[in-house]
């Protein structure tokens, strides 16, 4: 127990690129936003933060939902807090399943003791809407949920279909977008989704530790009917939603500098607009693709299927998966995925999220990677950056 | 749904001086540490901060567990992972209630379907072990559960009795140190705690955000020998240790620059010393008391029982409770706190926490609420600073 002080250093963690499954790269304007001083969780001057925080939420969340609001933990707090609001014990649940996300979603729910109806796809996959609509027929969900963007394949979830099936069978339609707020169009009024939730390390480039959240009034109603109490104090949103509303009922103080941090990465993407911020991130991500292809290397999602802001890139032939991602990590101070679960030592996951989807990044991502992969003897195609660069020549970002 | 971008402005949310219930002045250090860039959560730089993070968290504790971790949420959220996490359907659990935060525990025991055994106190006053030493007699219970540090009251709860029942009657020993982790001495090896949790923003001097946690080998036993699942997925200690142990095996994206933040504040911490600390806190809130007392107002709580951290002044006859914080915050941009509950409009709550713990405050604060209520017409004694001054002089800090 006992140490000497000065034995630990001035925190210097670097400067990495941040090319992973995330956290990506925070802009400098919302580290410095961070570091404003902190004041107390009921102050006027915070409350007025907290009003704007959502007004810039729901702008990027395309709602008018009154409960749109960040949870006080990282979006896997987020993925808890639906659940145990929207299911009480007994309720059958509905959960798609492509994707090492999923699976969590099927692991909370049945710790809530909900009865779950798990539809599957091959990892890599969309799921496929019929199987949904069989999965449902003659029964009555509470809920079904989705994730937008595998985190852990890259695939990209279209939601329109399911959103449809949801409305028929009476169920609240719950969907993950972690990965894909603020670098998708996500408009859950427009879509007609029930509940969603994120984090704020990914596309909305802001240090992990929020979960943006929202509630439509349909969800905010089954909350309200509940027959038994959330399980969860922490994340009880009836409780909540009094001290991020008029009330200002105090229940946990609030995370105020992250909250600051989030105002300002969320300030940034109104200042860029939506639609242009989808167009940056798409084409990177083509320009990435094509770089990767000229090299020989493909990807692990059909085209079509893929998400902009996260891409699985398979492993060739000869390269020695810890040992690239070392070099990329030592050399170039950048940092990718490896693969989760079945997909470990078979992908790499190269995210292009926020901030980090950058022309800058795409090209110093492919010129590393060429030379890892030659320096390690694996036979690569030429010209990837050429390949690259003519996609950015072809697209009006 | 439609903003303007430019209408929102940057971020100022002034410099409180933070004597409320927390949170408390952030040190410029800790800010500026927070602001670091980012990395990854498996970046083996972010692992060795994490290591570090965890050997000040034990040195503050006062103990050898292996897991002393930061929970990713508020102080809230590590009262309800020691619940989750130690108690199941059924088991009994004995809370003992002198304020809000005994309430809440009692709330999240109920939650989760323990069987309550509540011992009360008037809130002001500390609970009577020989009421907890019949409440468990010829019981069973798994947890004995009690706050150290009321922060709705300023009651200072001893602890050596109450573990000593714990032990005796076979329950894990649970202590809420929100508020006096880091300004009182709390040793959990040399008393015997078995569980005990914290937040960042009270006497560590950290945003708020985080809440240190520590847990005792027979408390992971408990864990390890559930026969249900942890209701929560996200406070699941048995998943989180695996990331915060030698595994390293991915859970959640941890809050790395709120962790950047916690690790500052106990490195300041670790140079002070505790006891250098203790005492700080002692004179600070003697001096305090000296010059309230002079003013002819009253403690809330009797003397011997009081935390030095957080004081609850009784509002004079004739004051305005409202009209005296809005001068505070407004003129002298100074926090303090209202009454919680039964004792709303009757106290005040000045905190002297961390780094807000200084005679700079002290005499701040006298000197703000003397030159007040004069100005609201409440008559009151004379010769608040004198005292105080005499406390600083009497004292060696």
């Known amino acids: 127990m006992s140490l000497n002080a000065f034995d630990f250093r001035d925190i210097d963690p670097g400067e990495r690129v941040l090319m992973g499954p995330g956290p990506s790269d925070v802009p400098a304007r919302v580290l410095q936003a961070m570091s404003a001083p902190c004041i107390g969780h009921l ?189 969860s104090w922490y994340l009880d949103m009836s409780m909540v939603s009094s001290y991020w509303g008029a009330d200002r009922k105090y229940h946990h103080t609030a995370p105020i500098n992250m909250i600051y941090a989030l105002r300002e990465a969320l300030r940034i993407i109104a200042e860029e607009g939506l639609e242009a911020r989808f167009a940056r991130h798409r084409v990177n991500h083509r320009a990435l693709v094509a770089g990767v292809e000229a090299m020989g ?25 810890l040992k690239v991602r070392k070099a990329l990590l030592n050399d170039f101070s950048m940092e990718i995925g490896g693969g989760l679960g079945a997909l470990a030592g078979k992908v790499w996951r190269v995210g292009l999220m926020g901030h980090a989807s950058r022309r800058r990044n795409v090209f110093l991502f492919l010129s590393a990677l060429e030379t890892i992969l030659k320096a390690q003897g694996v036979s690569i195609g030429t010209g990837a950056l050429e390949a690259s660069a003519r996609v950015y020549d072809a697209m009006t970002v």
Chains 1, 2 share one sequence.
């Open 43 to 231: 102050d006027p001057v915070f409350l007025s933060i907290m009003d704007e925080t959502q007004q810039l939420l729901r702008f990027l969340f395309q709602t008018e939902n009154a409960l749109t609001i960040p949870v006080s933990g990282t979006g896997s707090a987020g993925m808890e807090t639906c659940f145990v609001n929207l299911v009480e014990p007994g309720d059958e649940v509905v959960v798609c399943v492509n994707g090492v996300f999923g699976t969590r979603m099927v692991d909370i729910v049945n710790r809530l003791g909900g009865k779950l109806i798990r539809v599957d796809a091959e990892w890599g996959r969309t799921i496929d809407p019929e199987l949904v609509r069989q999965a449902v027929k003659g029964r009555h969900p509470k809920v079904l949920a989705v994730v937008h963007a595998e985190t852990s394949t890259g695939v990209c979830q279209p939601l329109d279909d399911l959103c449809a099936i949801a409305k028929e069978s009476g169920a609240l339609f719950l969907v993950d977008m972690v990965t894909s707020l603020g670098g998708l169009d996500v408009a859950l009024d427009r879509t007609g989704i029930d509940a969603a939730y994120s984090g704020t390390q990914k596309c909305i480039s802001c240090p992990p530790g929020l979960s943006p959240l929202s509630f439509s009034t349909a969800a905010m109603k089954v909350l309200q009917q509940r027959k038994t109490p959330v399980a």
């Open 297 to 321: 290397l493909s990807m692990l999602v059909a085209e079509g299927e893929r998400l902009p802001m996260l891409n699985a890139i398979r492993i060739p032939e000869g390269a020695n998966d």
